[in-house]
C-alpha cells in the first residue's frame, strides 16, 4: 500500500486503525516503520517553494518549519482523518490553537457568544485580550434556552463559542442546536472538543465549521508534552494558518513526534478512561461523605438523555463530586490521596485531580462559584488508566482520612 492508497482509504477505516496507520507509511525511500523525525528549521528550495511563497501558498510547500514540517504534515494528516476533517492544523499549545481559530472568525467590531462556564484563559483571552480590541463577548448560560436566544438577538453575531463538555460541572452542550442557531444568524460555531477526543465526538459531523482541542490532553495522553491542534474546512483552516504564520505559536516537531505517540494508543486510552470514570463515579455516589457525583454516565446527570446521544461510546475520564464538609475537607481529601494526584491539566494515563477553589475558580468568592455550579466541597476528577480497585480504594481511604478537623 503507498502513501496515497493509504491516505485515500482513511475515510473506511475505524478511528482505532487511523489511531495506529493514519498520516504516515513507510516510502520506499526510507522505509521508516515510524514516522521520521524531521528537525530541519529550514528547507531546500526548489522552483515550487518560489512559486508557493510569491503566491501566497507559503503552506503548500516545505521552506521553514514555522510554516510547514513534514512531521508536522503526517500528524496533521492523522487528526484530520479522525475527525473527518479536511485539515487540520497543529500549534504551540491548545491555546494558540484557540487564538489562531477565534480570529479566523472574528476581527473588531464582531461580536461572541460563549459559555459562562467557558475555559478560564478562553475566557481571558476572548474578554481581556480581544475585548479592547474590539471584539465584543457575551458569555452566557448555554444550557438555559431563552438566555441563549436573548444573548445571540443582542445584536449581530459572528461566533458562537462552545465546549463538548464544560470544566468542571459537567454540563454537555448540545452541538446540533448550537450550530442551527449560530449558522441561521450567519455566525460559525467553533467547539473546543479537548475533554472528550475525537475517538468519543466528532463535533464536525454535529454541525461545528472548526473543532480545537488542547492536545496536551487526551490527543498527547501522557502529560509530558504542550500542543494544540484545529480541524475544519480547507478554507477555514487556510484562515488559521495565517494566524499561525504571523503570531508564530507553531508545534516543534519533537512535540509533534511524541503526539503521534500518543494518539497511536487514544482508542485504548479512551476506553479505559471511560470505563474507569464511570467505576470510580459510581463507587464515589455510593460513600456517605460524598454529596453529588458529576458525571455524564450516570442515571443521575441533569442532560443524561443528551449525553448518551452525543457521546454514545461514553464521556471519557472526567467527571466531578461535591463532598461532605466544603472546601476545607476536599483539600484534606486531596493532600491524602497516595495515588492521585493533586494538578492541574487533565486526560494523561495518571488520575489526577483539582479543586476549582484554588485553582480554575480562585478569582471568584464563593458565592459567586456557588452561581456558576460550583458547591463548597467541590472536586474535579481526570481520571487515568490504573487498576480501578486500587484508585477506589485511594479514594476510600483519603475520604476516612480526610473526615474531622
Ligand atoms: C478545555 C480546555 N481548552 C483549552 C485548554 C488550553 O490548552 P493548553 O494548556 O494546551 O494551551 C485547556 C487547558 O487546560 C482546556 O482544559
Redesign the pocket.
Known sequence: MTNDEARRGHGELDPATLCVHGGWRPDEAQRAAVLPLVRSSTFQLFDDAYAAMVEGRADEAWIYSRLRNPTLDAVQEKLAALEGAERALLFA???AA?HAATLACVGAGDRIVAPRSV?G??WDLFKNLLGPLGVRTDFVDQEDEAALLRALDAGPVRLVWA?SLS?PTMAVADLPRLAAHAHARGARLVV?A??VSPLLQRPLALGADLVVH?A??YLAGHSDL???VVCGGADLVKQCFRKLQLAGGCMDPQGAWLLDRGVKTLHLRMARHCEGSLRLARRMQAHPDVLRVLHPGLESHPRRELAARLLPRGSGGMWSMVLAGGDARALRFVRALRLALEAS??GGVETLVSLPFNTSHARLDERERVAAGIAPGFVRVSTGIEEHEDLARDFEAALSASRGA
Open positions: 499549545s491548545g491555546m484557540i475555559y484563559s478562553t465546549e470544566n473546543d479537548t475533554f488542547s496536551t490532553k504542550v500542543g494544540g491539566s487533565l
